[in-house]
């Protein structure tokens, strides 16, 4: 368990790339069923992977049945907003990118709740990189995202293969992995859903996506 | 395919380490600078680098000995005009080298393959000069600094190029230790197209001039991404301002795609003469 004075609650859903790792460690619970539940908690942990505006519908709910802090994961949400619509988050995290290391960004002003985090963290086998005064959003979801938004862009126009793509990025600049590969780790759908975010909220047409990525990451 | 003899053409940096590189596989390679001092001096420097190679024990003597005797000087217009391939180093300027490109052409032989390692320019603009017979024998083949270290080499196919013969150099490539990649010809080819919004999005995430969230952004890159160095860190490796203008290369040759944007605060480092680590200060400073 986390700190085990607490009474610590993990919203995540079977599908979530790390749920058996977490349920081997924590209580969990669907976002459904936390919704529907009466227990009381100290801390929730919610890793729903949601965007702005459901996420913050969700947090609205889920404080009308507890008084816990809230820590959220806020990979496809926009940061400030959610802090600033939601009093009960006290820390925000990553968790929902793969990443080829085992350092996760996250955020907080408090210094009780970064070592909350911290401490879930290493109950994971994973360490914490923080990021001071979250704005849009985290810093690698967002990079990364860019770079597998213009490779798929690239295929599109058939300027090369994937494995010619992937191998290029490895060998000419050395990237721990190739785009190509890096997005289909990380979840094209997952990507889709960040950049489409990014687009809504900045109404900027640098995060328009790629026709391939979207066909690659979207049930339409 | 046999390449057996190669000219490389511009000896700073780059020309340098691909004249090594070749060299080093047992090709004869004649050097050709504008500046004929200059490309002594690099010649010289190759010299040295065999030397250091052979003192830690990475190449046998025999080997150096017969390398220094198979590297020269050469005036552009005595270069061995059956060379199996040339290749183009100079400065990213498209007009210089589009004139490099005719004279070469009038002085080489009809089988001489042409290849530029611009990292931005197309090669099909690159190739509007050349004779007709030539044009299918022009390709870009971008190497990565240092050459002689780095595995990759893109190799670009003009509209033109004979592609049969872009893939038998691909192998060749591929046959002696670098990893070669076959791309289409799009402005920044693969990596330095790619590569734009590591650049671009980070400095999107820091906005104005902060040195505290400088080092962050570095930090998670490094740390989550696991990426060697954070996008600050290399900008200051490469240059801000060599960065800032393949970045506004791309731009233009995209006609203004906002993917490709360069950043204020790029322009304003440059402006600052905050090149990076060249000038001992960018986004950090190196005292």
């Known amino acids: 368990m986390n700190d085990t004075s607490l009474n610590t609650l993990v919203i995540i859903e079977t599908n979530h790339p790390l749920y058996e790792q977490i349920a081997a460690h924590h209580e969990t619970r669907s976002v459904e069923d936390a919704l529907a539940s009466f227990k009381t908690y100290d801390l929730v942990f919610d890793l729903s ?9 969700l947090l609205k709910e889920l404080a009308k049945t507890t008084k816990a802090e809230i820590i959220t994961d806020l990979t496809l949400a926009w940061g400030e907003m959610v802090f600033k619509s939601c ?12 990443s080829p290391t085992a350092a996760i960004e996250y955020s907080t002003k408090s210094e009780k709740t970064k070592q909350q985090i911290l401490e879930f963290l290493k109950s994971i086998e994973r360490h914490g990189v923080e990021h001071t005064d979250l704005k849009l ?15 798929y862009f690239a295929l599109e126009e058939n300027l090369a293969t994937p494995e010619a793509i992937d191998l290029a990025m490895k060998n000419g600049v050395n990237y721990p992995l190739g785009p190509i590969e890096w997005g289909q780790k990380i979840g094209t759908k997952n990507i889709v859903d960040l950049l489409t975010e990014y687009s809504e909220i900045t109404e900027d047409p640098r995060y328009r996506l790629s026709r391939e990525l979207k066909m690659t990451g979207k049930n339409i | 395919m046999e390449i057996k003899n190669v000219v490389v053409i511009g000896t700073g940096t780059m020309g340098q380490g691909i004249a090594q590189w070749f060299l080093q596989q047992k090709v004869a390679v004649e050097m050709v600078d504008s500046n004929y001092e200059f490309a002594l001096k690099s010649h010289a420097k190759i010299f040295e680098n065999l030397d250091g190679l052979l003192a830690k024990g990475k190449l046998q003597s025999a080997d150096v000995a017969n390398f220094k005797q198979n590297i020269h000087v050469k005036h552009l217009e005595k ?35 042409i290849a530029s390692n611009t990292s931005s320019f197309p090669i099909t603009e690159l190739a509007k000069d050349l004779s007709d017979k030539r044009k299918n024998k022009f390709l870009g083949l971008h190497f990565f600094n240092p ?5 990759l080499v893109e190799v670009i196919n003009g509209l033109e190029t004979d592609k049969e013969m872009s893939h038998k150099l691909y192998m060749w490539f591929n046959a002696r230790g670098k990893v070669a990649c076959e791309c289409n010809d799009a402005p920044g080819f693969i990596v330095n197209r790619v590569a734009r919004n590591f650049y671009g999005e980070s400095l999107r995430a820091v906005e104005t001039y902060d040195l505290e969230k400088i ?11 696991g990426f060697k160095m954070g996008p600050f860190e290399l900008m200051d490796l490469i240059g801000i301002d060599v960065n800032l203008s393949v970045t506004e290369s791309v731009y233009r040759a995209f006609f203004d795609e906002p993917r490709f944007k360069p950043h204020r605060l790029q322009k304003e480092m440059v402006d600052a003469k905050r090149f990076g680590r060249k000038s001992k200060k960018g986004f950090y400073i190196y005292e």
Not at chain 1, 49 to 56: D, E, F, V
Not at chain 1, 138 to 150: A, G, T
Not at chain 2, 147 to 151: G, L, N, S
Request: glycine share 4%.
């Open chain 1, 49 to 57: 992977a949601l965007r702005t505006k459901k996420k913050i519908t």
């Open chain 2, 147 to 151: 050459a002689t270290i780095m595995k």
């Open chain 2, 215 to 225: 080092k962050e952004v570095d930090q998670v890159i490094r740390e989550v991404g």
């Open chain 1, 137 to 151: 959003g985290f810093h690698y979801p967002r990079v990364i995202s860019m770079i597998v938004n213009e490779a």
């Open chain 1, 87 to 98: 009093p009960q988050v006290t820390g925000a995290l990553s968790l929902l990118f793969y």
């Open chain 2, 79 to 113: 270069i061995n005009p059956e060379a199996d391939l040339v290749i183009e180093a100079i400065i990213e300027d498209k007009e210089v080298k589009k004139e490099l490109f005719k004279k070469l052409d009038e002085i080489l032989s009809a089988r001489s393959i």
